[in-house]
Structure formats: C-alpha cells, structure tokens
C-alpha cells in the first residue's frame, strides 16, 4: 500500500506540472540545455520596483563593453518562463557584450503577462504589466543611463505578445519589438511608427501562424495570424502595399520599407514549432517531459532581431 501511495505521488508530481504548462495559453517551449553564468565583463542586478501589483523585479545586465548613452533590450519571457531561463535560454548576455547595450529580464506575475487576451493569472488579475515595464525603463534611464530613443522589447511566446502589447498601449516608448512565436493579443488602434521583426514557425501548434486556436490550444485562445498582427504597424509606418521577399528556404524574410525609416519585418521558418531559432535544444528528458519542439538551426534569432532593431531609433 505504502509503495502504491508513493507511486502515485511521484506521477503526481509530473503530470501536474505539465498540465500546468498546458493550461496557460502560449506557454513557451524552454530551453534547458547548457548555459554559462552572469559574464564577469559585466553588472549583473536584480533591481526590484513597486507598483500597484505588489514588488515587480527585473534582472539587469550592463556589459563593461556599454557605450554612453547605451541601447536598451527588455527581453521578456513565455508563459511559465522566468528572467533567470530566458537569460540562460536565449543568449542575449553575448550579444550585449560584442555591441555595448544592457539587457533587462524582467519577470512576469505569476510567470505570465497579461497581453489582453491571454494568458494565465497574470490576465485573470487584469495585472498592469505595461505600467510595470514603463517603470523599470524609467529607473534604468537614471541608474545606467540607457538612451530613451533606443529601448527595445522581444520575447517569446506570451512575451512575444507582450511586446505588441507594451506598444500598443504606451505608444511611444519604444523604438522597436521583436516578438517570436507570439501575436498581437489587444486592440492597437494607434500605435507609434516603430520597427517590427516578428519571427514565427510554420508548424507552431500553439500559436498558429495563420491564426485561431490550434491543435495544442488548450485554453481555447483564438490568436491573431501574423498578418493580422503587423498590420497596425505597416499602417502607423506609412510602408509599402508590398514586401521586398527573399527565400532561402526553410527561411522566407519578408521587408517592408516604410516612410519614416522604420521597417517592418517576418522571417517564417518553414516546419518550426513553437520555438526559438538557434540557440540550444532542451534534454531529451526535458523534451519528453513538455513535448518541446527543437528549435530551428536555420539562423540565429536573437541576433538576428539585434541586427535588424538596432538599426531603430524612437522618433
């Protein structure tokens, strides 16, 4: 009988946190491969904000390597993620190193953001998140002097989300968002002329491309395609009726030219999931465990987004 019972406990104790994972719409696919820790070139913080949801904090990386007056990335986590994977997962610590910016991974309430329509306790508790975000830019304006009109969001899944969020609805703050596997979850009737580089996997069961709820839709959410989801920006951008497109397949980068100097751009990877390109696959036992898709070796996103943000500059 004891044995049984410990059994069951141990069966417990998996399938409720995959349940879990499952019933928060968006719920990223982790990267748990490898990873170095906080770089000794750099000031590694935790920095802690009060807002009217209670204690909000954001792990701050600023690279010895940082310019004067130097860009800032917000890169926000998915659903069930926190700042300490999305750190370890997706490599922006290099990236702020080689180029000089300072990188800020904020975590959500209750490991969710709340995009609108979706996801998990952080949406059921109408929690300001945009607000949040709003004030810890402000606090790293003052305490690492990063540039105002170089502050830009990217994010997996539901932090993918939050970035069209966070635009939409605080319009002119940032200068450009790079949301991978996440879609346009709130009205956004005028936001501001920024950049957009949306990266997005044709097979993504989650978050379908082409929109609606998905084979692994649990929630029932109807996303947004990502047609529907950049077309606030290409209107707010003054861009072209028509992309310029390059395949090299499985990549397809579509590029918008706009008339403010933004731009507006996809690049869909054919037969990814749910998914972040290039940077390291989960374990084996780990896959297994959440069902996670591999992520695309056919570039690297992160770099890929910073090349192309970069380039942005809030007018």
């Not at 926000?76 to 180029?99: C, F």
Request: with cysteine.
């Amino acid at each position: 009988m004891n044995r049984t019972r410990a059994a069951i406990r141990r069966v417990t104790m998996v399938v409720l946190p995959i349940a879990l994972c499952l019933a928060i719409a968006g719920c990223q696919r982790q990267t748990f491969g490898p990873s170095a820790g906080p770089s000794p070139t750099a000031t590694h913080r935790t920095v802690t904000i009060s807002t009217k949801d209670g204690t909000r904090t954001a792990i701050v990386v600023h690279p010895t390597t940082a310019t004067t007056k130097p860009a800032l990335v917000v890169m926000l986590h998915g659903g069930l993620g926190s700042a300490t994977q999305a750190e370890k997962a997706y490599g922006w610590d290099d990236e702020a190193a080689r180029d000089g910016f300072v990188v800020a991974y904020p975590n959500g309430l209750h490991a969710t953001w709340n995009v609108g329509n979706c996801c998990g306790q952080a949406q059921r508790n109408n929690v300001d998140d945009v607000g949040f975000l709003h004030a810890l830019v402000a606090q790293l304006e003052k305490a690492d002097g990063v540039d105002p009109k170089r502050v830009y969001a990217v994010g997996m899944s539901n932090g993918a989300m939050m970035t069209y969020t966070w635009a939409c609805r605080d319009p002119g703050e940032l200068a450009g968002i790079g949301p991978v596997a996440g879609t346009l979850g709130t009205a956004c009737p005028e936001p501001h002329p920024i950049t957009v580089v949306a990266i997005h996997g044709t097979a993504d069961e989650h978050v379908p491309i082409n929109g609606g709820v998905g084979p692994e839709g649990r929630t029932g959410v109807s996303y947004k395609s990502l047609t529907a989801s950049i077309a606030p920006f290409l209107a707010a951008d003054g861009c072209a009726d028509s992309p310029t497109v390059s395949k090299a397949p499985p990549l397809t980068t579509s590029v918008w030219t706009c008339a403010g100097g933004q731009s507006v751009i996809t690049r869909v990877v054919d037969g990814a999931g749910h998914q972040w390109p290039g940077k390291t696959p989960p374990s084996t036992a780990i896959a297994d465990l959440l069902g996670a898709d591999p992520p695309s070796t056919a570039f690297d996103a992160t770099d890929f987004l910073w090349q192309h943000l970069r380039r942005a500059v809030l007018s």
